[in-house]
Structures are given as C-alpha cells and as structure tokens.
T-cell receptor, first 113, second 113 residues
Framework: GESVGLHLPTLSVQEGDNSIINCAYSNSASDYFIWYKQESGKGPQFIIDIRSNMDKRQGQRVTVLLNKTVKHLSLQIAATQPGDSAVYFCAENEGTNAGKSTFGDGTTLTVKP | KAGVTQTPRYLIKTRGQQVTLSCSPISGHRSVSWYQQTPGQGLQFLFEYFSETQRNKGNFPGRFSGRQFSNSRSEMNVSTLELGDSALYLC????????????FGQGTRLTVV
C-alpha cells in the first residue's frame, strides 16, 4: 500500500544549529502535506503544511520544501532550540483536507544544549 | 477556544472485554478522525466521521467501530480486546475546509492485560 517514509529515525543537533528532517512519500495522488510535532505524553501538534501546488512554504523558524518530482518533503528548523526536541511526523493526504492522513514513521529530534 | 478533548486519558482492560473511548472535537469542527499509535506500527488511521457518517475507513478489523453524534462528538469502540490493541488512541478534528490541518487530542492510553 501507500506509505510515507522518513529517512532517519533519529537526529541529534546542537542548540542554535539548523535541523533538516526528511520524508519520502509514494502516493502520487497526495495533495496536501503536514508536518506534526509530538512531545512526550501529548498528541501531535501542527507545525506547518503545504499543498501540492507549492514547492516551499515558510513559517516562524520553519520551512517546508516539497519536491513532487522525487516525492520528497523536508522540514527545516532554523536556530534549533531545546524546546524543539520531540518526534516529528510528516503526513500526507489525498485530497486537500486532513481527515485521513497517512503518517510517516517519525524522526526523533534531540537538541543538545 | 477549547481543544480536542479525549476521555478517559488512561484505561486498563482485560482481554476479551470491550471498551468505548470518547472524543469531543473543537467547536465548529465536523470532521473527526481516529488513529492508533503504537511503537511498532506508528500512527495508523482507523476511520473518519463527518456529519455523523463514516467517510473514510482504515485497514482495521471489524472489532473497531465508531460513531459520531449530531454535536460532532465521536466515540470509538473496540470489542473482544486483544493484547495487541494496547496503544495510544488519538482523535483529531478538523474544519474540513481545503488546506486546513487537523488538531489532535492528548489521546487515550489503552492497556490490555
């Protein structure tokens, strides 16, 4: 079946560095992509999203890049802080609402002070 | 405004029993989705309800069912519990407008013994 995969299960960075988390997806019909952050004991929290008609979107300290040609998605976090330590999931949706998302396996980001 | 509320937060059940979990979405959200999260399988889509109708369904056995009420509150039921049903069950609600993300509750931690 279709799946959304992440390249690395763990990522460790120094505080202040930039982080890049990658995700590969295989459903060419996916229209809408979301990055979520999940902290221990909490549900996933929305970070940023992007629709398939865009290739880049910026938020506060975060940027999502979408390469539809190779079905690749990345999340860039600028000036990573200890509070950014969490598990990050990419999710893809066929259609433009988020009612049925297929999630990747997650990347655990650890920020060292 | 209030977020997505899931009750109970924790639950311990015995094999063979059944369980009902509840989710109250954000006010105004009509789409409610359920996910199962386990260390081995990650976040897996169970089903989505919209206006009291199941709109999407994942690949789970018939022991997993749900429903949505006229006020958009949703319940999911698992019958004949198995040890492998131990997981964090997450509910997400969304406004169901194109390009809008889902908001997750904190989940119900179900342990089957």
């Amino acid at each position: 079946g279709e799946s959304v995969g992440l390249h690395l299960p763990t990522l460790s960075v120094q505080e202040g560095d930039n982080s890049i988390i990658n995700c590969a997806y295989s459903n060419s019909a996916s229209d809408y992509f979301i990055w979520y952050k999940q902290e221990s004991g909490k549900g996933p929290q929305f970070i940023i999203d992007i629709r398939s008609n865009m290739d880049k979107r910026q938020g506060q300290r975060v940027t999502v890049l979408l390469n539809k040609t190779v079905k690749h998605l990345s999340l860039q976090i600028a000036a990573t802080q200890p509070g950014d330590s969490a598990v990050y999931f990419c999710a893809e949706n066929e259609g433009t609402n988020a009612g049925k998302s297929t999630f990747g396996d997650g990347t655990t980001l650890t920020v060292k002070p | 405004k209030a977020g997505v509320t899931q009750t109970p937060r924790y639950l311990i059940k015995t094999r063979g029993q059944q369980v009902t979990l509840s989710c109250s979405p954000i006010s105004g959200h009509r789409s409610v989705s359920w996910y199962q999260q386990t260390p081995g399988q990650g976040l897996q889509f169970l089903f989505e309800y919209f206006s009291e109708t199941q709109r999407n369904k994942g690949n789970f056995p018939g022991r997993f069912s749900g429903r949505q009420f006229s006020n958009s509150r949703s319940e999911m039921n698992v019958s004949t519990l198995e040890l492998g049903d131990s997981a964090l069950y997450l509910c997400a609600s969304s406004f169901d407008r194109a390009g809008t993300e889902a908001f997750f509750g904190q989940g119900t931690r179900l342990t089957v013994v």
